[in-house]
């Protein structure tokens, strides 16, 4: 019930390509999702968060997409740089759950 | 910009031994948490600590682990008796409670706990 199921593993784009990031959660009382990024060395920082009265939210170059019925959630990265590898967790709460987490590398 | 710190960096300690890893939270923060993260592998939740009392726990939070809140800053996990598998990044984080109850918790910079 608590698990939150992040994919892929590992992810490979082309500088200013769109890197896309897909987690599912079975535990319907889930009311916030957010997304962490997490450099090497460093604790995950909090990137963008959703929550699941909206379908859609944009910050900057960072883009989640909700879908209620189908207890999924996507992190899009467009115009993706060198500088955005890092690995991203999905998450959702309450409690704080964790997806396995997605390895970003963004080759110049 | 308020930030979440946390000592030592580094911790190595001998199997058996008492470990107590510090954090300090962002000041007008009123929850607390620990999380570790096993290497590579994904941030597990430990314990959420609100006026000074746990608040929850997970099953990895068993008899060896405790929570302090010894004075108004600091925010302590104690690791009573040390295994190998307990090694790993330990992550403090505190949130704010905010209206309609947004949860948006911030992360300290973790303590890399080796235990020998």
């Known amino acids: 019930q608590q698990q939150v199921k992040q994919s892929p593993q590992s992810l490979i784009v082309q500088k200013g390509g769109i890197s896309i990031i897909n987690c599912a959660y079975e535990n319907t009382a889930f009311d916030y999702f957010p997304w962490y990024q997490q450099f090497p060395g460093k604790g995950p920082a909090l990137l963008i968060a959703?929550?699941?009265?909206?379908s859609e939210k944009k910050e900057g170059r960072f883009t989640i997409s909700f879908n209620k019925s189908a207890k999924q959630f996507s992190l899009h990265i467009m115009d993706s740089q060198p500088g955005d590898s890092a690995t991203y967790f999905c998450a959702a709460s309450p409690p704080l759950t964790f997806g396995g987490g997605t390895r970003l590398m963004v080759k110049p | 910009e308020p930030e979440v710190t946390q000592t030592p960096s580094h911790q190595v300690t001998q199997m058996g031994q008492e470990v107590i890893l510090r954090c300090v939270p962002i000041s007008n923060h009123l929850y607390f948490y620990w999380y570790r993260q096993i290497l590579g592998q994904k941030v597990e939740f430990l314990v959420s600590?609100?006026?000074?009392?746990?608040?929850?726990k997970s099953e990895i939070f068993d008899d060896q682990f405790s929570v302090e809140r010894p004075d108004g800053s600091n925010f302590t996990l104690k690791i009573r008796s040390t295994k190998l598998e307990d090694s790993a990044m330990y992550f403090c984080a505190s949130s704010a409670l905010l209206a309609g109850g947004t949860d948006t918790q911030y992360f300290g910079p973790g303590t890399r706990l080796t235990v020998l």
């Open positions: 959703i929550r699941p009265d909206v």
């Open positions: 600590f609100y006026n000074n009392e746990i608040s929850e």
